[in-house]
């Protein structure tokens, strides 16, 4: 019964390859998250989407292109993989309630890895 | 541009002992978000706080959100070797049904028996 599951959780690939992450959330929530986090740990939002628009596009190079096909699912592509795109990445999935706690619930994380 | 600090960056105790993480941020945000991870793991959440004041405690663990001070603290009563982890800070930058989580620095966690 996971939540938030991603696929795959481990990525090895030669640099200048592309690559994709999907993300799939059962929680009924409307809206989705990719996170990185570097080998210092640092988080760091990349994108957010809600009901399939994206939302959110922080500062993230052209290469990284989100995909919404519907609101349960979010994909990351990656073109032309760099060294500094190795990382954990983290999808995320949250809903706003009655309440205001627009509580994210986290995947269980990718680790790619650029050689 | 909101910063979020924690700190210590590391803390490394005793179990039985009591400990405070400290988190904080540069703006103001009313919704703030405590999160632990296990290595190689996931995030898992802990804590909600909405408002000024909220405390909310679950066994060892109890956060409380001072907006006017812009901080927020996780104390750690009598730990256990089980909480070892690191723990992270988020501020919501974010509005309505969206929101931007800014996450702290991390703080880990080493609770040796």
């Known amino acids: 019964d996971t939540a938030v599951s991603q696929t795959p959780k481990y990525l090895v690939t030669q640099m200048g390859n592309d690559k994709s992450i999907k993300c799939e959330q059962n929680?009924?929530?409307?809206?989705m998250y990719w996170y990185k986090q570097d080998s210092k740990k640092f988080l760091k939002i990349m994108f957010s989407?809600?009901?399939?628009?994206?939302?959110i596009n922080e500062t993230v190079p052209n290469r990284f292109s989100p995909k919404s096909p519907d609101k349960a699912h979010l994909n990351l592509h990656i073109n032309s993989l760099e060294l500094g795109d190795s990382a954990v990445y983290f999808c995320?999935?949250?809903?706003?309630?009655?309440?205001?706690?627009?509580?994210?619930?986290f995947g269980p994380g990718t680790r790619l890895t650029v050689l | 541009e909101l910063k979020v600090e924690q700190n210590p960056l590391f803390l490394s105790m005793q179990e039985g002992k009591n400990y405070t993480i400290y988190c904080n941020y540069s703006?103001?945000?009313?919704?703030l978000y405590w999160y632990r991870q296990d290595p190689g793991k996931s995030l898992e959440s802990l804590f909600v706080?909405?408002?000024?004041?909220a405390v909310k405690q679950e066994g060892r663990l109890m956060a409380s959100l001072d907006t006017k001070a812009r901080l927020s603290t996780l104390h750690i009563t009598a730990a256990v070797h089980d909480l070892s982890a690191t723990y992270f800070c988020?501020?919501?930058?974010?509005?309505?049904?969206?929101?931007?989580?800014?996450f702290g620095t991390g703080t880990l966690l080493a609770i040796q028996p």
């Open positions: 703006t103001t945000s009313d919704r």
């Open positions: 995320a999935s949250s809903q706003y309630g009655r309440l205001g706690l627009n509580e994210q619930f």
């Open positions: 929680l009924g929530h409307d809206t």
């Open positions: 706080l909405l408002s000024n004041g």
């Open positions: 988020a501020v919501d930058r974010g509005g309505g049904a969206t929101n931007k989580l800014i």
């Open positions: 989407y809600n009901n399939k628009e994206l939302i």
